[in-house]
C-alpha cells in the first residue's frame, strides 16, 4: 500500500492536488472536510454536531474526525492505498491515524507539504468562496481564524514526520499542472 499525506495550509490546494494525485495512482482520496460537508448536506446527528465547528473555522474534536475517518478506511479495504487530505491536522490525530495503518500492516510513506505564501492563500480562498458555497470560505475572520488554528494545530506536526524523515516541501505556487508535476516527482520515487 502508498499511503501519502497532502499537506498544507487552507487554501494551498490540497483538495485539488489530492484527487489528482489519487487518480493518478488508482489510490483512495479521503478528505475529511469533503466528508464532513456531506454529513453536513446530510443533516445526520454527524453532520450537525460538526456543523458547530467548521462554520466557525474551528477544529471538529477529535472523536468525530477519527469515527468518521476509520468509516470511511473501512469502505474501501481493498484500496491500493490512501491520499489523506486535511487529515491529520494535531499529534493526536496522526497517533490514531498510525494504529489505524498499523493494524492494517502499513504505514505512511510520505507528507508531502504544499508550500504556499499567507497572502497568496488568502487571496485563493477568496477567489474559492465566489463560487463555492463554503461558508467557512465567505467570511474575512473565519478565514483567519482557520489559518491561526492551522499555524497552531496542523503546522507542528511537520516535527513529528521530519523525524520520521517522510516530510517533502513542495513548491504549492504555479499551474495546477506544474504543481501536480512536482509532487509526482516525489511520488513516483515511492512507487
Ligand atoms: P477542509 O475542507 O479540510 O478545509 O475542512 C473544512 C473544515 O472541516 C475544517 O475547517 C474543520 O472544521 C473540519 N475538518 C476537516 N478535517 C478535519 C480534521 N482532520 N480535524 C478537525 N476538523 C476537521
Redesign the pocket.
Known amino acids: 500500500m502508498i499511503n501519502i499525506i497532502i499537506f498544507g495550509a487552507?487554501g494551498a490546494g490540497?483538495?485539488t492536488q489530492a484527487q489528482k494525485i489519487a487518480e493518478l495512482h488508482k489510490l483512495q482520496h479521503l478528505?475529511?472536510?469533503?466528508?464532513?460537508?456531506k454529513e453536513i448536506k446530510n443533516k445526520t446527528d454527524l453532520g450537525i454536531e460538526?456543523q458547530n465547528?467548521?462554520?466557525?473555522?474551528?477544529?471538529?474534536?477529535?472523536t468525530?474526525?477519527i469515527e468518521i475517518?476509520k468509516k470511511e478506511i473501512e469502505k474501501h479495504p481493498e484500496s491500493s492505498g490512501f491520499v489523506f487530505?486535511?487529515?491529520?491536522?494535531?499529534l493526536n490525530?496522526a497517533q490514531e491515524l498510525d494504529k489505524m495503518l498499523d493494524e492494517k500492516d502499513t504505514q505512511i510513506q510520505a507528507v508531502l507539504a504544499l508550500d504556499v505564501p499567507d497572502e497568496e492563500l488568502i487571496n485563493r480562498i477568496k477567489a474559492r468562496a465566489k463560487d463555492s458555497n463554503?461558508i467557512?470560505d465567505q467570511n474575512e475572520d473565519i478565514i483567519y481564524n482557520?489559518l491561526d488554528?492551522y499555524k497552531q494545530d496542523t503546522q507542528p506536526l511537520l516535527d513529528y514526520y521530519k523525524q520520521q524523515s517522510k516530510v517533502y516541501k513542495i513548491n504549492g505556487v504555479g499551474s495546477i499542472n506544474e504543481i501536480t508535476d512536482r509532487l509526482n516527482k516525489v511520488i513516483d520515487k515511492l512507487v
Open positions: 487552507p490540497k483538495g478528505s475529511t472536510g469533503d466528508l464532513f460537508r460538526a465547528y467548521s462554520s466557525k473555522g474551528e477544529l471538529v474534536p477529535d468525530l474526525v475517518l487530505d486535511g487529515f491529520p491536522r494535531n490525530q463554503r467557512d482557520r488554528i
